[in-house]
């Protein structure tokens, strides 16, 4: 029996007290939240779980393993740091934190108390993204060309970042997730057409070092939802659309240029196939991650969603900024930090 405490109870954190409610061999003892009303709307759902609004009841008791914390962006690292100082399993909802600097701080901390930080990037266990994956990793793609992605609906705007902090993660981790590196240049235009400094739509451009390009777009001011990208490879192209009763759809279509020789009078065939729209898990996503989680707590196994695809995920939002701090010039971004190589 692994015994959790959740922190942070507002928009997100209903969702994990369900899930984790639903969790096998696990028991949820406390949650914790600022707000009495938050809490009290949890106690009388889950009559048997403790309440608390003071963050040190959770990390003092010392029957609690492990800590799943979804508050803002900004309280991240001060309260993992002392969770995980307090020899706690954590799990940060995403981003793992406000900055790459802490969240090596964090990874460093879990490595020194032994214990699995683990952060919140609940798309890398959504079935048409681990099937996506599959395809690109089988090479049944071919080489991949190019990823455009838009994931824009009316709101929710947050207090304490910018769009690229709250919506970049998903689409970040994905990337990180099905190429397996992380870019080395990035580049963004950004405006904050309602609260002045946050900018509630951004366009992204990024460029791997395998040679795949991928756009992201991403806003809180759209009519409409739209969780859609389309993957572009030299083989065959896929469109996955989150909000659709057939999410991934294959398309067996390209061009090539038969005789790249005579560039001048080249004649370039272009190829419509077959459309296949392969059944998918209905699994819950955010269930399959906290089973990961708890998985992780009992074998030791490194999570999927893992704390250097954590810190690498942070390191593309900061290039984001920086190239948003200079007037959206392409910013190269280093290596990958040293405990990131496995991600
Ligand atoms: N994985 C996903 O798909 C997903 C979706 C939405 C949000 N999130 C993430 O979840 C986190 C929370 O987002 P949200 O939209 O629920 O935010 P929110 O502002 O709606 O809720 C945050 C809650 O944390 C509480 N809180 C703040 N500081 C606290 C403290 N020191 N101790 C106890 N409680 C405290 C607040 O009272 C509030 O109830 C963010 O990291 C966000 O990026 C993830």
Redesign the pocket.
């Known amino acids: 029996m692994t015994r959790f405490a959740i922190?942070?109870?507002?928009?997100?954190?209903p969702?994990l007290v369900r899930n984790l409610h639903e969790l096998p061999d696990a028991e949820l003892v406390t949650v914790?939240?600022?707000?009495p009303e938050?809490l009290e709307s949890i106690q009388r759902r889950y009559p048997a779980v403790g309440t608390t609004?003071?963050?040190q009841d959770v990390v003092g008791d010392d029957s609690i393993d492990a800590v799943v914390?979804?508050?803002?962006?900004s309280?991240?690292h001060?309260?993992a740091a002392a969770a995980l100082s307090a020899g706690k399993h954590v799990f940060?909802?995403?981003?793992l934190a406000a900055s790459s600097a802490e969240a090596l701080d964090l990874v460093e901390i879990a490595d020194r108390n032994n214990v699995v930080l683990m952060p919140?990037?609940?798309?890398l266990y959504s079935p048409p993204v681990m099937l996506i994956r599959d395809l690109i990793r089988s090479g049944e793609l071919g080489e991949i060309y190019f990823i455009s992605t838009s994931r824009v609906n009316l709101g929710?705007h947050?207090?304490d970042?910018s769009v690229a902090?709250?919506l970049g993660?998903?689409d970040f981790s994905i990337l990180r997730y099905w190429l397996g590196e992380t870019p080395c240049h990035a580049s963004a235009l950004a405006r904050g057409c309602v609260i002045p400094n946050t900018p509630d739509v951004a366009f992204i451009n990024l460029e791997f070092p395998s040679g795949t390009v991928a756009h992201v777009e991403l806003s809180w001011l759209a009519p409409s939802k739209l969780r859609r990208t389309t993957v572009v490879g030299s083989q065959k192209m896929v469109v996955y659309d989150d909000t659709s009763s057939e999410p991934v759809r294959i398309f067996d279509s390209g061009a090539v240029l038969p005789n790249p020789e005579t560039f001048g009078e080249y004649k370039l065939t272009y190829r419509t196939g077959d459309i296949v729209s392969p059944r998918v898990d209905a699994a819950e996503p955010?269930f399959r991650e906290l089973e990961d989680f708890q998985n992780a707590i009992k074998t030791g196994s490194t999570p999927r969603s893992s704390a250097h695809l954590g810190v690498e995920v942070v390191r593309m939002i900061e290039a984001v900024d920086s190239s948003l701090d200079s007037a959206g010039s392409r910013v190269s971004i280093g290596a990958s930090a040293p405990h990131a190589a496995a991600a």
Do not use: M
């Open positions: 922190v942070g109870l507002g928009y997100w954190g969702n914790c939240d600022l707000r938050a609004q003071d963050f914390i979804s508050t803002p962006v309280t991240h001060r309260l940060v909802e995403k981003p919140g990037h609940t798309f929710l947050q207090p970042v902090w709250d993660p998903h955010l």
